[in-house]
Every structure is written in structure tokens, then in C-alpha cells.
């Protein structure tokens, strides 16, 4: 173990678990202090590469760049808070206006929060709005937020629904989850399965096309195990909607922002939703939530929606900065997050290879899941071995974050240095051998 911790460590810890509601803190004690590029500092002084990226928020370097930050500092000097949905600011309008340049042809109306769970919130009402229907669709292993609107369309785990019903009109249907496919069959044979059940099931028994306002999903099912759905699966979805004057809502709010190697991860799959949600790296480390509309369905009535924070000065000039970065470097930073992801992906799969607690490696550019199983043949989940890499890691100076039962994602800055790629790389094989080696002397 390279990593020191002291009572400092552990005292802020015990504080914290006094005053602070219970959340989803990891097991590991990280304490954060600073950051920089592909480092990130505990306030002991130890130092991590992060593959977490505060769960895929520095999609450019830890702590987002100096130019970020000087645009929040030369705003901040200015005025913060504008109530930018009660009175009229600039800055705002010409972020919202660079922004809809990075979506397809008849995208133009934004609107600003704070998160991802306000921007499906957002998405939800303006839906509902837009057709005159009540109901939603999402899917298991989905997670669209925490509120209760966004809770209702999230299926991911027990707990974080758990007492919070009655939920809001929402009916569920399986993800193209193939690694473990609910319908035991193998893609491409399957024929698209859970896309036909989708017709037979919900559609015909639980809820009438003509009541559904909006199906929402995730390019790529994050906190539910990063999980990428073969393209016939989203084009499906995207066909039910369009046949049954459903709205299609891309989340986009761990997946889009370059993560996968595009600006919208919806991208990969050839297929243009009606509404797009972003958040986490939007903001640049600052809260951001944005959801995006085509022009052609319209405005929303006056005082039917808004909120006191969206459109934060601060976070303005910060994403601002960011997104002209993005838009002047965008083939550089493309081109990077391909490279690097197959290098990650070459490596893992050797993984999967070589150990038998590896059951699946999927991603799409630098957003990488890999599964953890007891074995490759029972496909029994590794709760405790995933908890086990996790610790190692952090123990060895590497920052990794769970996801699903037993998958832990790999979500490195796009800007990361090839150094400190293969460092990261080997440090979590190395986590991935000792749990493997532990796995069979516990069999």
C-alpha cells in the first residue's frame, strides 16, 4: 500500500457520518483536497490518477482548464446570479446558442438547470406539454436521477426507490442488456427481442401507444452498468416512437459531452431523438443541467416551468469556456477519445482473457464498463470482489467508481496522458489478478 491515511482522514470521515445524511459514499476513505490535469490530491498529499473523473465530470482534466476557470473567476468578479428565468442576462443566450450548434439540423431551444435529474425533469414535463399525454416509458438499469419525477423512470436498484412510491405514470421494459439478456437468447439470433416485447407488452397491455408522451433512455445504461445495447435496439426504439407520435428522449447526461468520442452519444447509433439531456461535464465542475428540444415542437406556456438557479452566471461562463475549447479542438479530442479507448478496450479484453473473474468488457470511446463475475459460467455477480479492486486501487493511487451489481466504470479524462493511461491500466490489473487469485483459494 502506497497510500497514507491519518487520523485527519478518519477524524473528517467520523464528522462527516454525524452530521451529514447518508448518501453513496465509497467504501475507500478519499478525502479530496486539489486537483490538476490527470491528478487528483486526498489532503493527506496522496496522489491519484482518477478514473472516475467525479463520476465523468472532468471529461478534459481534473478540475476543468485555466481557461475555465479564469472565464468563472472574470464573471464571478461581475455578478454570479441573474434569475436568469425572471430577467434577461447575455451570457446565457450566447452559450445557449453554441450550444445548439452541436446538435443536429432543428434542434434550438434550450433550458438550464442545475443537474442531470432537473434536466430529465425538465424533459418530462415539456413531454408532457408537447403531446397532451401522460404516461412515460424507461427501462431496467436505467438512471435518470433522484427526483421524483426522474426516480419514476429509473429502474436500476431496490434502494433507490425503495419507500419513495407512489411513482409518477411510468411503465418499464427491458434493456438490451445482452450480457445478460432477460429473454435467455444471443444477439444478432434474438431478432431483437426485447424490442418486440416492447409492442407486445407494455404498448398492448399495460398502457396504449396514444398515452405515452416519452420514451427516455440512456445511449449507453450508466450507473446501471454501463451497458451498450446493439444499434437495432435503440433504431427500435426510435421506430415505436416515431409510428406512435411517441417523443424520444436521449439522457445524455454521463454519456454525451465527448465521453463516447461524440458530442451526443445518441450519434453512434444513427438515430436523432426529439430531446436531449446533458449535465455533469456541461459545467465544467460547476452545476449544469441543459435539455435541448427541436425548434418544431414548440415553446412552452409561460410560468409552466422554470426554476431560480438555471442559467447561473458562473457555471455560464464556465461552460461557455469549456464548450468553445471543445468546439475548437473537437477533432483532436475525437480522435484522442477513440485511440485511447481501444487501447483501453485491447487491454481489458486481454483481461477478460486472462481471468476468469472478468465476465464482460463493453464501452463505446473512453465510457468503459467491465463486469466481474464469480466465473464466466454461472455469470454469478462479484459483489465483494468488485468492492475489493476498488479498495486496491485506491490503495495503490487510483480512483475508480462501481456501477451496476458488479461492474466498475473506467471513465478517465479524454486528455489523459498515455503515461498515465497505462499506469492506471496496470494498477487495476493488478487489483484484477489479486481478486482473481483470492477468488479461487476462496473456492
Given amino acids: 500500500m502506497r497510500i497514507k491515511i491519518t487520523d485527519r482522514t478518519r477524524d473528517i470521515i467520523a464528522r462527516d457520518r454525524k452530521v451529514m445524511l447518508t448518501t453513496t459514499r465509497e ?94 425533469e425538465a424533459a418530462i414535463k415539456f413531454s408532457k406539454i408537447f403531446t397532451k399525454r401522460q404516461y412515460m416509458m424507461g427501462f431496467y438499469n436505467g438512471f435518470h436521477g433522484r427526483t421524483l419525477g426522474s426516480l419514476s423512470l429509473t429502474a436500476s436498484k431496490n434502494v433507490q426507490r425503495e419507500h419513495f412510491g407512489p411513482f409518477n405514470a411510468v411503465v418499464h421494459a427491458p434493456y438490451a442488456y445482452c450480457y445478460r439478456c432477460p429473454f435467455n437468447q444471443e444477439y444478432p439470433s434474438c431478432g431483437m427481442a426485447c424490442v418486440d416485447y416492447i409492442k407486445k407488452y407494455p404498448l398492448a397491455k399495460e398502457v396504449p401507444p396514444s398515452e405515452v408522451a416519452a420514451i427516455f433512455v440512456e445511449p449507453v445504461a450508466g450507473e446501471g452498468g454501463y451497458i451498450v445495447p446493439p444499434k437495432e435496439f435503440i433504431q427500435g426504439i426510435r421506430e415505436i416512437a416515431s409510428d406512435n407520435g411517441i417523443l424520444m428522449v436521449s439522457d445524455e447526461v454521463q454519456a454525451g459531452y465527448m465521453r463516447t468520442g461524440t458530442f451526443l452519444a445518441m450519434d453512434h447509433f444513427k438515430v436523432e431523438a426529439d430531446i436531449y439531456t446533458m449535465a455533469k461535464a456541461v459545467g465544467a465542475g460547476l452545476p449544469m443541467g441543459v435539455t ?51 487501447r483501453m478496450m485491447k487491454r481489458l479484453k486481454q483481461m477478460m482473457e486472462d481471468y476468469e473473474i ?49 461492474s466498475i466504470r473506467l471513465i478517465p479524462p479524454l486528455t489523459i496522458s498515455d503515461a498515465n493511461l497505462e499506469t492506471g491500466l496496470n494498477l487495476f490489473e493488478d487489483a484484477i489478478k489479486s481478486a482473481n487469485r483470492n477468488r479461487k483459494r476462496a473456492r
Wanted: aromatic share 12%; net charge neutral; hydrophobic share 40%.
Fill in 358 to 406: 472478468v465476465g464482460d468488457v463493453r464501452g463505446l470511446g473512453m465510457m468503459i464498463g467491465v463486469e466481474l463475475v464469480k466465473d464466466k459460467r454461472s455469470k454469478e455477480p462479484a459483489v465483494e470482489e468488485q468492492e475489493k479492486v476498488l479498495e486496491q486501487c485506491f490503495s495503490n493511487g487510483l480512483l475508480l467508481l462501481p456501477c451496476g451489481t458488479s
Fill in 27 to 120: 467504501h475507500y476513505p478519499f478525502v479530496s483536497h486539489k486537483a490538476e490535469g490527470d491528478y487528483t490530491y486526498d489532503i493527506e498529499g496522496n496522489r491519484f490518477i482518477d478514473f472516475a473523473t467525479f463520476i465523468s465530470v472532468y471529461n478534459f482534466g481534473e478540475n476543468a482548464s485555466k481557461l475555465v476557470r479564469d472565464a468563472i473567476r472574470s464573471q464571478v468578479g461581475n455578478l454570479m446570479h441573474a434569475a436568469f428565468t425572471d430577467y434577461y442576462s447575455e451570457l446565457p443566450v450566447v452559450f445557449a446558442e453554441n450550444l445548439v450548434k452541436m446538435f443536429p439540423k432543428g434542434f434550438g431551444r434550450v433550458f438550464f438547470s442545475n443537474s442531470g435529474a432537473e434536466a430529465n
Fill in 292 to 342: 435541448v428540444t427541436r425548434s418544431s415542437l414548440g415553446n412552452i406556456p409561460s410560468g409552466s416551468h422554470a426554476n431560480t438557479f438555471g442559467g447561473n452566471l458562473a457555471a455560464v461562463a464556465g461552460a461557455d469556456a469549456q464548450l468553445g475549447y471543445v468546439r475548437k479542438n473537437y477533432g483532436e479530442l475525437q480522435a484522442a477519445a477513440y485511440r485511447k479507448g481501444k
